[in-house]
């Protein structure tokens, strides 16, 4: 899933100064699971952002909903209507989603209201930890499903380097060092054969350094 984070108020506040109608879109997706963007937290922030304008004399109308995905076009154009009757609209959305509203509405400021930060999963109630680095070349069949690239703070391809200490990263003391984890979990399956191959250089022509990326899939298309 892609976890995301609310920016801080000063910075929305900043954005949509001067506006006097503002319209807040939800993502009832990914970061509603995150608990940063569903129908719940745009009533949170519109509440933040009448009070912050009213402590400052200024009048400010605010229109809140929720969506099922920001960054697919059908559900956009249903909100077609209260985006044009807006000054800008404030989307709780991923970045995806925003980039996605703002190309369908090019008359109207769309701002970010979250920082994107990774594809994640949940590990406990509350904590969100990063789990994949979208890189376009997986590994995770030789790795036993976990992820160096994403797991290595310095994205180390054969192993550990010299700085782990009793399965801890010397990045950070309390994360686990990555390669140590994909070691267990090979010893556990008895796949150890897969750490004696040389992984070669990365090829990031498939990550972000190949420029923006797209998947064409001919078979779905009508």
Request: hydrophobic content about 35%.
């Amino acid at each position: 899933m892609i976890v995301a984070e609310r920016k801080p108020i000063s910075d929305i506040l900043q954005m949509v100064s001067g506006c006097q109608e503002i319209l807040l879109v939800g993502c009832e997706t990914c970061v509603t699971v995150c608990q940063a963007g569903g129908e719940k937290e745009v009533s949170i922030l519109g509440s933040l952002l009448r009070l912050s304008f009213k402590k400052k004399d200024c009048k400010l109308a605010t229109q809140e909903l929720s969506i099922e995905r920001q960054c697919e076009w059908e559900f956009l154009e249903e909100i077609e209507r209260q985006v044009r009757r807006n000054d800008a609209v404030i989307s709780l959305g991923c970045g995806a989603g925003v980039q996605a509203m703002a190309a369908m509405y090019t008359d109207t400021p769309v701002y970010p209201a979250l920082n994107t930060t990774f594809l994640g999963i949940p590990e406990e109630q509350g904590i969100w930890t990063e789990r994949c680095m979208a890189c376009g070349n997986c590994m995770l069949h030789k790795t036993g499903g976990i992820c160096p690239m994403a797991r290595c703070a310095k994205n180390i391809m054969n192993g550990p380097c010299g700085g782990s200490q009793d399965g801890k990263c010397e990045i950070d003391q309390e994360s686990d060092c990555g390669w140590q984890l994909v070691y267990d979990r090979l010893m556990h399956q008895g796949k150890m054969e897969f750490l004696q191959e040389i992984e070669p250089p990365r090829d990031w022509s498939t990550s972000r350094d190949g420029g923006p990326r797209k998947i064409e899939r001919k078979d779905m298309i009508l």
